[in-house]
């Protein structure tokens, strides 16, 4: 598995650790095949050009978000449980309101260049929606306000319940965005082979259930033991595949992303199955949309079939996201996020997931 490091993490691991942000830099691949058609699920189908992050949110990235923004975070875009939770993706936050800085001082082992290439958790829609307009307004420094993550791709202006987050939409002159559930499925599992309909049921480019690695820390169906950086079989995702697992295990649980080097979509996005869920725009009821499972689920939530949602305010050990890029000519226009169908969504089994163990 070769490391898919980008752009900030390289300069993130090299550099000394300060309370300065530094700029971001999102790798992102283009969607094309316009006017594809939609899944047998319903999914899919999109009528524009579009370039999507090829990666999740890494911790690094959003430590760099944070640093500023947050020096008060006055909207609680961090969680302690990132540093202190069992699972967390080891963002600290240092200092007092007014003055906080954030690193990865506070990691239980490895060095801060273990950390930064994983997945950021703790996130709720808010938070990513708030990143998003963070980047479309060219990553500035300061209070979060209408200059920095209240405006933007979406106008939030202070919310924060779930009632307020669920009203938000999408502005016509967007830059950067959570990514629309057909955006991202289309990313995921369409075969990248024209406007046609034909998808993969796994976002590794595959209709068999990935691999994973087993509870002897071995990649399944190989008996080679799992070592970032080695070799990817193909079909690799990271999800707990034989329960107990959770991911790769203690203390990192989710791989570096990119891990799964012969694992991604057609289009080359990674880790669109496994690591964290990822927030979307839909509306599912009272809830906005997820997609892909994670380390802490089995194969059953990666599948195309499965569509899930959370409230908005929610920041789980499991829940992460990605973004997506308006391509060169100027944003297309949205449609409204779509609200819940009883297509492909069991409420039933969704709380059976989130109160697992």
């Known amino acids: ?20 942000a530094r700029a971001v830099s999102i790798d992102t691949v283009t969607v094309g095949n316009l006017s594809n058609s939609a ?19 890494t911790a690094g990235q959003y430590r760099e978000f944070l640093n500023a923004v947050a020096a008060t975070d006055t909207y609680g875009l961090y969680n302690t449980s990132m540093d202190t939770g069992d699972y967390g993706c080891q963002i600290t936050r240092n200092g007092t309101p007014g003055s906080y800085t954030y690193d990865f001082s ?7 260049a273990d950390w930064v290439d994983r997945p950021v958790n703790y996130v709720s829609w808010g938070d990513a929606a708030r990143f998003a307009n963070w980047l479309h307004n060219g990553q500035p420094t300061g209070a979060q306000d209408g200059s920095t993550t209240e405006d933007g791709a979406y106008y939030l202006n202070g919310a924060t319940s779930n009632a307020d987050l669920m009203a938000v939409t999408r502005e016509t002159d967007w830059k950067w965005a959570i990514t629309t559930e ?17 998808y993969f049921d796994y976002p590794t480019s595959n209709d068999s259930v990935p691999g994973y690695v087993n509870n002897s820390g ?42 799964w080097e012969n694992s991604d979509s057609p289009y080359g996005t990674f880790d669109q199955g496994g690591n964290v869920w990822e ?23 990666l599948h195309a079939s499965n569509r899930y949602g959370n409230d908005p305010t929610h920041e789980p050990h499991s829940i992460g996201f990605r973004v997506s890029e308006v391509p060169a000519g100027g ?8 609200t819940m169908l009883a297509v492909g969504l069991s409420m039933a089994g969704l709380g059976r997931y989130l109160r697992r163990r």
Do not use: Q
């Not at 899944?39 to 992050?53: K, L, M, S």
């Not at 506070?106 to 801060?112: A, F, N, Q, V």
């Not at 927030?279 to 939530?301: C, K, T």
């Open 218 to 259: 071995n990649l399944s169906g190989t008996g080679s033991p799992f070592i970032e950086g080695g070799t990817d079989p193909g079909n690799y995702a990271t999800y707990d595949g034989d329960g107990g697992t959770d991911g790769i295990g203690s203390p990192y649980y989710r791989t570096v992303v990119g891990e």
């Open 331 to 338: 944003p297309p226009v949205i449609p409204e996020p779509m």
């Open 279 to 301: 927030w979307n725009e839909a509306i599912l009821g009272s809830y906005r949309g997820l997609r892909g499972g994670s380390f802490y689920g089995n194969d059953y939530y």
């Open 182 to 198: 057909d955006e991202w499925y289309k990313a995921a599992y369409h075969k990248n082979d024209g406007n046609t309909g034909n």
């Open 106 to 112: 506070g990691r239980p082992s490895g060095t801060e």
């Open 1 to 20: 598995m070769k490391t898919k490091a980008m752009a900030v993490c390289v300069v993130a691991g090299v550099m000394a650790i300060c309370g300065a």
């Open 39 to 57: 899944d047998t699920t319903g999914y899919g189908a999109v009528d524009y050009e579009y370039n999507i992050g090829k990666y999740e949110v």
